[in-house]
């Protein structure tokens, strides 16, 4: 079994900044992919950024230049670092791994951007 757990979602103003983290735990083994995905109100779940197996980064053309995505191998962690957000950005931040081609989902973590 696979547990992700989310935090840093909240409340920033236009042109701020967040940085979400996920740290899996439990059976961690042959990762596919491990990213973010977003949900805003009545739109479908969109891929925000990812890294793949191969060793690339895939980002949303809408967050490119604004957003970064890394890790922390050693702590299995991944970060969303977001600059420049925009009212568009808000939603519900989904933390995904696919070990084994099986798809893990975090609890997910609010992000709204608002002044």
């Known amino acids: 079994q696979v547990q992700l757990v989310e935090s840093g979602g909240g409340l920033v103003r236009p042109g701020g900044s967040l940085r979400l983290s996920c740290a899996a735990s439990?059976?961690?083994?042959?990762?596919?992919?491990m990213g973010w995905y977003r949900q805003a109100p009545g739109k479908q779940r969109e891929l925000v950024a990812r890294?793949?197996?191969?060793?690339?980064?895939n980002y949303a053309d809408s967050v490119k230049g604004r957003f970064t995505i890394s890790r922390d191998d050693a702590k299995n962690t991944v970060y969303l670092q977001m600059n420049s957000l925009k009212p568009e950005d808000t939603a519900v931040y989904y933390c995904?791994?696919?070990?084994?081609?099986?798809?893990?989902w975090g609890q997910g973590t609010q992000v709204t951007v608002s002044s």
């Open positions: 890294f793949t197996s191969g060793g690339s980064t």
């Open positions: 995904n791994w696919v070990m084994r081609w099986t798809y893990y």
């Open positions: 439990g059976s961690i083994s042959s990762i596919n992919a």
